[in-house]
């Protein structure tokens, strides 16, 4: 089945505990992408990738780091969480040639206190 | 960043009835544009794209409709059903990739 994986679903942290979110997919799409969504405020782009070792900012990267070492992962990195980072977050992929249909993954829920 | 904007946060229609949907856009320059469905707990699907260089394109009881004179972009739904109750966003896709949504459309349909 074509998917899009994210682990943790759900995750409570504290302010400055580096914390990682993994994304996978296995439709061998180039493109992938993360987004946080707040109410009122629709999806955001933080950060994209559009190969393996290709990673360029969306609209809101502050806060966050990504990496592409393998096609089919992308995780989000926070070195330092702080409370206005408590978001849902979703990975999402595409390929790059033709429809740029994405597929998004569950969501992972992160509360910073 | 840019702005991608709807016209109503929530919308209500009887079932069976028709759902108009609207959003708007402010970067000309965007070539791509797509609707996503978003149910309670999950993530965003795709329902329709259109590009750029198209008015209007139709799927499975869904038209999307691309008015680029005054930076306009509508979802239509035919015979609106209990399961098309989600929340709508709109979004556009503009240069290197990225990607900007709107805040969302809440469409409920009453039985």
């Known amino acids: 089945e074509a998917q899009v994986t994210q682990n943790p679903r759900y995750l409570i942290t504290v302010t400055g505990k580096k914390l990682t979110v993994t994304c996978s997919q296995n439709?061998?799409?180039?493109?992938m992408s993360w987004y946080r969504q707040d109410p009122g405020l629709g999806l955001r782009q933080i950060y994209y990738?559009?190969?393996?070792?290709?990673?360029d900012k969306g609209d809101v990267p502050e806060g966050y780091k990504v990496s592409r070492k393998e096609k089919r992962n992308f995780p989000l990195i926070l070195e330092s969480p702080s409370p206005n980072q408590t978001s849902l977050y979703f990975c999402?992929?595409?390929?790059?040639?033709?429809?740029?249909?994405?597929?998004f993954g569950p969501g992972t829920r992160l509360t910073v206190t | 960043g840019e702005s991608v904007g709807l016209h109503l946060p929530t919308l209500s229609v009887q079932e069976g009835d028709n759902s108009i949907i609207n959003c708007a856009y402010s970067?000309?320059?965007?070539?791509?544009f797509i609707w996503y469905k978003q149910e309670s707990g999950k993530g965003p699907q795709f329902i329709i794209d259109?590009?750029?260089?198209?008015d209007k394109r139709q799927g499975q009881r869904v038209t999307v409709l691309l008015n680029k004179t005054v930076k306009h972009l509508s979802l239509q739904i035919a015979a609106t059903q209990p399961g098309d109750s989600a929340v709508y966003f709109c979004?556009?896709?503009?240069?290197?990739?990225?990607?900007?949504f709107g805040t969302g459309t809440s469409l409920t349909v009453i039985p």
């Open positions: 999402a992929s595409n390929p790059l040639a033709g429809d740029y249909e994405q597929y």
């Open positions: 439709m061998n799409h180039e493109y």
């Open positions: 990738s559009m190969n393996v070792e290709v990673t």
């Open positions: 970067n000309s320059a965007s070539d791509y």
């Open positions: 259109i590009r750029s260089n198209m």
């Open positions: 979004a556009e896709k503009q240069h290197g990739n990225q990607f900007y």
